[in-house]
């Protein structure tokens, strides 16, 4: 860990390594007292934040809990963690990184290449039916919860998630996640 800490500078990692890192990560099988020391020992600067968009009757709280206001880093800083909270009219359910991670991997390979994405694709935790496959809205699954997102809707949680994670404060902090967490 000393030697990629060292040849990685945080203002600049080359290219490669910043894509496959975060795979690197994910294969690993850490126990959760080693994952902590991983992330005790690289300190990444992950400030807390929320970000909150609506999707058709459907709400997205991201809730990222990190270093909080204007504390100096290592004062203060939770260990940083992603939460998303999907609220629909009769539920409100959180989830952690892993599913959060795998809809952003789907709907972005959705939104850049749609063909590449299967009528009806089903992951370890997100499962998404495309609109017209088995109904006319969109079916979105988390884990045992089915979803059923009308075809605007799904557009816009499709625009709104990938544009929020391309860029600005959530972009930099899903990249230092993706490096803690791992990715695919």
Known sequence: MIIL??????????????????????????????????????????????????????RFDIRVEGQRGDLPAAVGDETPRLFLVLTGSNFVIPFGWEAFAELCRLLTTYRTTPEAVRRYSEGTHITLGLPGTAHQDAILGFDALRVFVPAEAFGELVRELTERVATGALANAVEALRTLYGDL
């Open 5 to 58: 800490t060292t040849c990685w500078p945080a203002s600049s990692p080359p290219a490669r390594l910043q894509q496959i890192f975060p795979l690197l990560m994910r294969t690993r099988q850490w126990t959760f007292e080693q994952r902590e020391t991983f992330i005790q020992e690289m300190r990444p600067s992950v400030r807390e934040m929320n970000e909150t968009f609506t999707a058709g009757e459907l």
